[in-house]
Every structure is written in structure tokens, then in C-alpha cells.
């Protein structure tokens, strides 16, 4: 089979590899359909991540269908059509127990395996470990198209910004961030009754995207953002401030809208240390909460993509083939410039 192959920093290759296999009883092996490109495997081909390394096959989010079954797997059949998460969970260990499966111990110590520690979804066929507690069957009115968005960029939105953020009827949310991560907590913010979302950003493609998504006001990311953000919201401050991007300066930004007592959930995957205003901080009362996403939300999701609730259809705004990979890392990579949030991949 093919699939995209890094082999160090700056380097990847679609390219013949032997054929996805079941190793374990509990594996499954799935024909992938659908596949997209995270910001991770950005900062994989950066040397971000040295614990990929040369030969693995990249990506983590992927809809396809069940070609292979082990003998130990009961819920799922070949022809099944499923949802590959970002995290895999064997649904027995402390923390799988906890619904904390991001940090699964039985896989690693993190849920986050593929394209990372085993071989991932950008290829023609994936090997699925622990396939009854990772998978989701896709319901039948839910496309390819709209499911690929639930493997990662909106749980991830939802759970670490929406719900980490404790979002309540009535709530001001301003969303620092308007890339796909941040327009996933855009979009599934009004399920929790949000009255205003106000969404800060410097890109003008993406503040036109995050109206579309829902966001209520937009402010462009500048000198002035606390202000205009505190003029929003009669001098007071937003309830909950939601960080995307994860620079120092943005999570200050995130940080310096919320009013006391308010709730400061950080999403963005930092690099560097961040200096916070603790001298500040202290007297606020605020919260301020981070995590990796544990994907538990997704059954929510597809029912509220079924019943056209959640539009997920809407973050894939460029299509290409597999033969196109490089085009479409090209057009990931500047995203904000090409215009483009997520793109979809799939065969041909
Ligand atoms: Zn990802
Ligand atoms: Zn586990």
C-alpha cells in the first residue's frame, strides 16, 4: 500500500510501505476514505515531536471502512463504517476509567499514538489497536465529510475550550483564535447557550469564518484587542476566554479578557514557557484550564452533526487526492493566506 512517510525534519514521502496488518486480537484494520492534516503533524515535520521518527507513517484522523477484523473484537465487522479518533483508549486503566483516555496507560501513557508512536491515517490502510474502545460507527446521514472533523479539531474545540471553559446559558465567550480549532469552539459554543461570542483574530479571512460560524462580534487582533473586547462587554470582561493559537502573547490576550471569576481555557499547543501577570491574577478569582483532548465527546458530536445541529461540514474548504499530499500540506501549512481551514483527503 502507499502512505506518507516522514523520514526526519522537513522530509515526507507518499510512498510504497508494507500493507497495514492485524497484529493483535483486538486490532482492526481500516480502508481509509478520509483523511485531513492536523497542525501537529505541522510541528512533526518541523522536528517538533522527536518521538516520531524516521519511517512513521503521519496522521491521526481518519473515516474509513473496516476491511480486517481480529478475533477478539466484538462491536465491529468488515464493512463497517468508522470514525479512526485522534486517541486510542483501551477503556480499562485508571485513567480510560476516568474518561481521561488522552493519557491512556495501557497504550503508552498517552492516548495519542498515531502518526506518533505507531504508524497513522495518511495512507491507503491503518491498523486500529484496541478497535471496540476506540472506534465509532458513522451514522448513515453523516458524510465522510462531515465526520473527519470529529477525529480531533472539534472535540478538541468543544471539550478543551467549550466545556473546559464551564460555557453556560447566557455567557459572553470571546475565542482568541479563529483557525480551525478555535472556529470548532465557535461553532459548538451556542450548544451551550452562549449569548455573545466574540471572536479576536488578525486574519480577515478568519474573522469573516468565524461570523459564519456563529461568533456574534469579531475583533481584529491589534493594540487595542483588551479594550475593544472590555467596550464589548460594558467594561466588565468575558465569562469565558478561550485560547487557540498558543503563543505567549495569546494566551495573555486570552487572559487579560476575562472578568473575575471568569474561566481562561487555554487550547493552543505551547512551545515555550508562558509568563503570566500572577500579581494580577490572584485577586480575580479566575480559573485558568489546558488539556490534550480526550475525544469522549464524539458520540455527542455525530448525534448533533446527524441532526443538523453542528455543521462540520463547513471547516473542509479545500478537497485533493491522495496523489496530492504535498499540494495539500502546501495549502495547510499557510492556511490563513490560501483561505483554506481544514482540507479533505481521500483516494482519488
Ligand atoms: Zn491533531
Ligand atoms: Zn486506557
Not at 485560547?243 to 494566551?251: S, W
Not at 490572584?282 to 489546558?290: A, K
Not at 462540520?312 to 483561505?339: C, R
Request: aromatic share 6%.
Amino acid at each position: 500500500m502507499k502512505a506518507l512517510v516522514y523520514h526526519g525534519p522537513g522530509q515526507k514521502a507518499w510512498e510504497d510501505v508494507p500493507d497495514a496488518s492485524i497484529r493483535e486480537p483486538t486490532d482492526v484494520v481500516v480502508k481509509v476514505d478520509t483523511t485531513t492534516i492536523c497542525g501537529t503533524d505541522l510541528h512533526i515535520l518541523h522536528g517538533d515531536v522527536p518521538a516520531v521518527t524516521d519511517g512513521r507513517i503521519l496522521g491521526h484522523e481518519a473515516v474509513g471502512t473496516v476491511t480486517e477484523v481480529g478475533d477478539a473484537v466484538k462491536g465491529f465487522s468488515v464493512g463497517d463504517r468508522v470514525l479512526v479518533p485522534a486517541i486510542t483508549k483501551c477503556g480499562r486503566c485508571e485513567y480510560c476509567q476516568r474518561s481521561m483516555p488522552s493519557h491512556c496507560q495501557t497504550v503508552g501513557g498517552i492516548g495519542w499514538i498515531f502518526g506518533h508512536l505507531i504508524d497513522g491515517t495518511q495512507a491507503e490502510s491503518v491498523r486500529v489497536p484496541y478497535a471496540d474502545t476506540s472506534l465509532y460507527a458513522v451514522p448513515a446521514n453523516v458524510t465522510n465529510e462531515q465526520a473527519i472533523f470529529l477525529a480531533d479539531s472539534l472535540p478538541t474545540g468543544y471539550e478543551v475550550g467549550v466545556l473546559a471553559g464551564k460555557v453556560r446559558p447566557g455567557d459572553t465567550v470571546a475565542v482568541v483564535g479563529a483557525g480551525a480549532v478555535g472556529l470548532s469552539a465557535i461553532l459548538t459554543t451556542g450548544l451551550w447557550g452562549a449569548s455573545r461570542v466574540i471572536a479576536v483574530e488578525t486574519n480577515k479571512f478568519r474573522l469573516d469564518m468565524a461570523r459564519d460560524f456563529g461568533a456574534t462580534d469579531t475583533v481584529e487582533a491589534g493594540d487595542n484587542t483588551t479594550a475593544d473586547v472590555l467596550e464589548l462587554t460594558g467594561g466588565v470582561g468575558v465569562d469565558v476566554s478561550i485560547e487557540a493559537v498558543g503563543f505567549p502573547e495569546t494566551l495573555l490576550t486570552a487572559a487579560s479578557l476575562v472578568r473575575p471569576g471568569g474561566t481562561i481555557a487555554n487550547i493552543g499547543v505551547h512551545g515555550v514557557p508562558v509568563s503570566l501577570p500572577m500579581q494580577n491574577m490572584w485577586i480575580q478569582n479566575v480559573t485558568l484550564t489546558m488539556g490534550l483532548v480526550d475525544t469522549v465527546s464524539i458520540p455527542t458530536l455525530l448525534k448533533m452533526v446527524a441532526s443538523g445541529r453542528i455543521p462540520a461540514e463547513k471547516m473542509g474548504t479545500h478537497s485533493f487526492t491522495f496523489a496530492q499530499m504535498d499540494e495539500a500540506y502546501d495549502v495547510f501549512k499557510n492556511a490563513a493566506e490560501n483561505s483554506a481551514l481544514k482540507v479533505v483527503i481521500t483516494p482519488a
